[in-house]
């Protein structure tokens, strides 16, 4: 069963970020689809450190790196999503793809095969860095690139526009397309 | 019959960018493609009017761009190569890929279902605003992106360095690969 | 006297890009500033030859080639403005700015000692690669970049946004004290 | 007194991204600049968490952001140097970049005013996204970008390249002269 992975690069509670991923996840689920959503609040990550192996990471830290490198194994493709922050994708997103070092040596290296879609909320500016990083792991990139609003959400945080939930939807079928047709 | 096309961004006489396009469309059919070398300086394109129809280009122009849409059209998967002018692709590239403007009223707009390859002269700099286009163009990018410099080639101007020949064969596998799973 | 020059991407007639930097030239001509617009509609540009000096071109394209390489010699500022094609600046806006190979031996090579300010239309993608030309030339790059949308321009196409005019004041204002704290 | 705060992206012992900015640094001071050197590695931030003020932080945080945002207050110009990490600046230097949130409300906002310098190791991809975190902080982007590979430096890591030394003292340069122009 094809599982898409939702990474999330925002810690503010009620995220436009995450609430994107939620409804993205959903529309995968309908259509058949696994899904697991990254909750980098929820991980509390540290701060990545190069050349450190798993387990010489603190050790109240370890279960969390390990479940998300678990998470970014497991997944057949992948919907990322960031707030803008300066101009950028936010430095908490960033620091949870420098950890896709960890799969540096598996079979298929980072993310070779799969397919990634992006996702950014107030401006598209983080899409060309977040694009970069999609590449350099070695994966396709899905055409349909989503800029989403605060317009585009309800007072309480849900994704309620058509057009935002057309374009996850085309973003989603894209990624559920691609790994049907490659496997 | 899947068909491969190479747009090559610089007009220099023995241009490397388009000694790499050669390469590529070489390995592209030895494996059982089609292939087809758009080349900029034989063309010569006036810059890109926007607004304008085929039929309103000044006459000597519209064999010119009437050939460039039609191997736009005609092509299942595309390579595109430039080389690095002041930090960016060429503006013979860009004005090259603004003509793909009279393809978006296609049944299939622009190049959607398609996929793209890049590859790069000197820098790997212009490869982020090779990418915007690719995917604004709502085609896929592939994840191998070739930079060449100068050593990678003889001094006729052929590509004879074998890092340079794996990395195109990565990235026209990855080509063709995509178009047989997708089409 | 200070001066600066203006640098349109767009070939439309009646472009906001164009528009923005009337208005742009009207603030600086204000400030006590001397200013030019380059047209390139009029000026009728070919493609970039790399490795050509000027008398190389066509008889009848060195005419608007040396009135484009004098009118970059003379800017103390330059502002820059395209539309959004694709995702990137317009190839006709590149490719004028290629002909900068022109300045490459000059006692200040390119844009080095000068600084930069960007305008795009419609969307912010373009800004990017616009900032990696402007520091490739040696320029500084002016903080404020300006984004507009039709929705700043009258329906006879005049800049008559008060946001619009206040970031273009800005930018203005910065590549004019830049000029007048660092000659 | 003008001070030049550098900022490094790497958390490796023995960083070469620390190790160029020790170099820009001495370059500096022999100008007569202060400097200040953040270590991330020492400063253990966490993750920035939007919407909170420093003291909402837990307590044994406070210390190391509020010595962050007292050196982003004091530096009237900024060096920051990153290792690339698939295509982009590290997860830790955009980390530590969004914390300028906590200047938003100064007097002068962010860097506005500023000019900041760049440094990339092993390629200059990071350089484009770190340009908009630049622009976007209201600060003027120095000219000469430096982009240093491992040849740069001696095997116990101090950067010995001539040419990477000139290019330092280029950057360098620029960022003293700015702000004696414009203070």
Partial sequence: MLKLVGLSGSLRPGSHST??????LRIAAE????TE?????????PVYLPDLAL????????????????????ADVMLWATPTYHGCMSGALKNAIDYMQLLA??????????????????????????????????????????TLTANDFSPEGTLTSESGNRRLTRVVTE??????ALR
């Fill in 105 to 146: 040596r598996d079979s298929a290296p980072y993310l070779q095969g799969r397919a990634v879609g992006l996702v950014a909320l107030a401006t598209p500016a983080p899409l060309g860095n977040m694009a970069d990083c999609v590449t350099e792991l070695r994966a396709w990139l899905a055409p349909t690139r989503v």
């Fill in 31 to 34: 259509s058949g689809a696994a």
């Fill in 19 to 24: 609430a994107a991923l939620r409804a993205g």
């Fill in 55 to 74: 387990e010489d990471y603190p050790a109240e830290a370890q279960g969390a790196i390990s479940r998300l490198v678990a998470a970014f194994r497991s």
């Fill in 37 to 45: 959503l990254l909750d980098l609040r929820e991980l509390n990550l």
């Fill in 175 to 180: 990624l559920l397309g691609f790994h049907r």
